[in-house]
C-alpha cells in the first residue's frame, strides 16, 4: 500500500496536474489582474488575508497573496489541498477545533490561521487546479450570500487564467505563422541543394542591385563560375557524388564571398555572383578567393575524397543607361568560357 501523503487526493489528480501544467501559469510573475480579485476577496469577505492557490504536486504555490509574506507552502500543510478535492466552498469556523489541521503548523505557528474558507478554480473540464481563499486569525464563519460572492470571485480568477491561455496560444499561433512563412519565403528563393539564390531570386536581386548602382553611379561586377569537367565526376562516381560537391560548392561560395554579395545557382553546375560596390581589382580579387577555395576543397563521399576546380569568368558593369544584367551575365559568361578555352581552373576577365 502507498504512504500516506498526508493530504487528500482529488479525484482524476493526474488529470488535474496535467490541466495545471496545460495552463502555464505556475511560478509566474504576480499580476495586478490577480492581485485586484484577492483584493477584493479581502475587502468584501472582510479578512486580513486572502490567496489565489495553485495546487501542484508537492506545494500549493501562490500566484496572489494579501496580508501575508510568503510564496508557497508545503501541500500537506495547504487547506487548499482539502479545497480542491470538492466543488463548492470549503469552510473552517476554527482550525484549533478541527482534527484535520489543529496540529498544522501554519495554524500552530505563523501565519496562526483560525478560519478558512476557499472556493476552488475550477476548469471547464471540471477540475481544480488551486482554490481562491480568505484566512483570519480568529475563529468565524461567512454567509451563503458571502461564499456566492467568493465562488463567483475565483470563477473570475479562472476567466482570466483561460483568458491569459488564449492570449498565450494566440501569440504562439502568430510566431509559427510568422515563421512557416518566412520559411515558405526562404524556400521560394533558395536553391534547395546548395543553399544559395534559386535563378528567379538571384537575377531579382541581381537585377536591383544593378538599378541601384546606375543610380547612384557606383561599381558592380559580377561573376560567373562554373565547375570544370563536372560530367567526369557523375559519370565516374554517380549523381550523388555530384550533388556532393554542389553542396560543397555552396558552402564555399557563402565563405568565400562577402555578405552582401548576391550568389545564385543558375543551373546543373553553374553559379553566378553580383558584387556590389566593386571595381576591376576587387572583382578579380573575389574571383581569385572563389578558385582557390574550390580548388583546396576536398568533399567527403563515401569514405574518399571529391576535388574539382572551377573556372570564373568576371565582368564590370559600364554604367550605361538601360543596362540589364543579363547583358553583364553574358559578358561575365564569355570571360568563363575564354577561361575554359584557356585551360580551365582560370580566372578571365571580359576585358581580357
Known sequence: MADDPGYPIPEHEEERLAALEHYRVLDTPHDESFDRITRLASRILETPI?????????????????????????????????????HEVMQ?????????????????GGPEIRFYAGAPLTTRDGLNLGALCVIDRVPRTITE????????LAQLAMDE???????????????????????????????????????????????????RARRYGRPIAALMVDIDRFKAINDTHGHAAGDAVLRGMGRVLRATLREIDIIGRLGGEEFAAVLPETGRVGALDAAERVRAAVEGMAVPFERKELRCTVSVGVALAAGADGEMLDQLLQWADSALYAAKAGGRNKVVAVDE
Not at 65 to 84: K, L, P, Q, W, Y
Not at 171 to 180: G, N, P, T, V
Open 145 to 152: 450570500e458571502q461564499a456566492a460572492i467568493l465562488e463567483d
Open 161 to 211: 487564467i483561460e483568458l491569459r491561455y488564449a492570449g498565450l496560444k494566440m501569440m504562439e499561433e502568430i510566431a509559427e505563422r510568422r515563421r512557416l512563412e518566412e520559411e515558405m519565403r526562404r524556400l521560394s528563393q533558395t536553391d534547395d541543394l546548395t543553399g544559395v539564390a534559386n535563378r528567379r531570386h538571384f537575377l531579382a536581386q541581381g537585377e536591383r542591385e544593378l538599378r
Open 92 to 108: 473552517v469556523p476554527d482550525a484549533l477545533e478541527d482534527p484535520r489541521f489543529r496540529d498544522n503548523p501554519l495554524v500552530t
Open 50 to 86: 486572502a490567496l489565489m492557490t495553485l495546487v501542484d504536486s508537492s506545494r500549493q504555490w501562490f500566484k496572489s497573496r494579501v496580508g501575508i509574506d510568503m510564496d508557497e507552502t508545503a501541500r500537506e500543510h495547504a487547506f487548499c489541498a482539502h479545497a480542491i478535492c470538492g
